[in-house]
């Protein structure tokens, strides 16, 4: 997502309070304001490959839940590689927990039937949110190239999810325009597409300069896309992974980062209060601006993501939303 934000003076839309008349210095002053109230966080897992792996994922699970988020999604390995494991993650923490699960599901290298087949599977078990994507090609495959029997893109999908059952569905969004997209114009009108197909909100692929998505946000709404746009926000808990990935899905790590993780390698307690910061920093600034839901990709650590939802407000609730088994 390599793309510059354009400069666009349109309003931010129904989760911005609108930077014209506010400008952004304003609204970062907002951020000594008193917590906030009324924040709705979600948190994103990826299903576990061993049994201490699971180990961590459920005391990830057990720690957030209380937190009531509105949803919690389970990624799809790519190219489909954790399709049972998804599934089976997805199931348990509906029946084992108060929470609502969401199933990530990519057309990468699959047929129409072998997608519609999982989704079906979805529907009959009760599971009605869907995060719809295309997903990566492999490595060595020299790019994407669409299953010759499969849906295309994530647009095409969203259109075949609609047709097995009425799911909530959730797309991507790219605040810095996605890698292989023609053009910011192009990735905005592909957007418009997932939604015109049925998606009901989408969430960004996570950013670290709080302006990079509020400019999206105006571009977004000016070009008549009214759904929720909820931002990804990524605790830092490896720098130099988060700059491996970065560099692949087109996200910009900005010089203040490296320079404020410099050094910190061999000191993880340093490094975490230092990413505890820096996220609950981009949330505050970010509800300042009128945000009130947040996407966190947890990585299935809690420890980060709890202190940032704490500092955006959100406390545990009371026991049994938290109920996990
Ligand atoms: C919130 C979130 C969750 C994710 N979860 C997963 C996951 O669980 N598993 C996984 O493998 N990956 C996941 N990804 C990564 C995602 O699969 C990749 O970013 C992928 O490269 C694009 O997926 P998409 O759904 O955005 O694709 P699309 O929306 O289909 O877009 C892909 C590219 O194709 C272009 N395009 C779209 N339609 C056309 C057309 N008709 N003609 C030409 N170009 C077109 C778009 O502009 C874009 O550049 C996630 C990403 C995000 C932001």
Redesign the pocket.
């Known amino acids: 997502m390599p793309g510059p934000n354009n400069n666009s003076t349109a309003t931010a839309g129904q989760e911005g309070r609108g930077l014209g008349a506010q400008g952004l210095g304003a609204a970062a002053l907002a951020v000594a304001s008193p917590l906030p109230r009324d924040v709705n966080v979600s948190f994103?897992f990826?299903p576990p490959k061993t049994e201490q792996m699971e180990q961590t994922l459920w005391t990830c699970v057990e720690r957030l839940a209380p937190l009531a988020p509105s949803f919690v999604?389970?990624?799809?390995?790519?190219?489909?590689t954790?399709r049972e494991r998804?599934h089976a993650t997805v199931l348990k923490i509906r029946k084992q927990t108060d929470i609502k699960p969401a199933a990530?599901?990519?057309?990468?290298g699959a047929s129409r039937d072998e997608v519609d087949a999982i989704a079906q599977r979805y529907w009959d078990e009760g599971i009605d949110h869907i995060?719809?994507?295309?997903?990566?090609p492999a490595e060595d495959a020299g790019g994407?190239i669409p299953h010759p029997d499969g849906y295309?893109?994530?647009?095409?999908?969203v259109a075949g999810l609609k047709k097995i059952g009425d799911f909530k569905i959730?797309?991507?969004?790219?605040a810095e325009?996605?890698?292989?997209?023609?053009s910011p114009e192009?990735?905005l009108?592909?957007?418009k597409?997932?939604i015109d197909a049925g998606a009901t909100q989408?969430?960004?692929?996570?950013f670290f300069d709080v302006d990079v998505y509020l400019r999206f946000l105006e571009r977004v709404r000016a070009a008549g896309i009214t759904v929720p746009i909820v931002p990804?926000i990524l605790p830092v808990t490896n720098f130099a992974r988060v700059v491996q990935f970065s560099g692949l899905?087109g996200a910009t790590v900005p010089p203040w980062m490296a320079d404020l993780f410099e050094g910190l390698d061999d000191d993880p307690e340093t490094r975490k209060l230092v990413a505890a910061t820096v996220a609950a920093e981009q949330c505050r600034v970010l509800n300042a601006n009128g945000v009130k839901d947040f996407?966190f990709?947890t990585l299935n650590r809690a420890d980060l993501t709890f202190a940032i939802c704490r500092i955006l407000g959100v406390k545990p609730r009371a026991a049994t939303n938290g109920k996990v088994g």
């Open positions: 994103e990826f999604s389970v990624t799809y390995g790519a190219g489909g954790t998804t990530h599901l990519t057309c990468v995060v719809a994507l295309r997903g990566d994407y295309a893109y994530a647009s095409d999908l959730s797309v991507a969004a790219y325009t996605h890698p292989e997209a023609k192009d990735d009108d592909n957007l597409r997932k989408a969430i960004t692929q996570f990804g899905c996407h990709y």
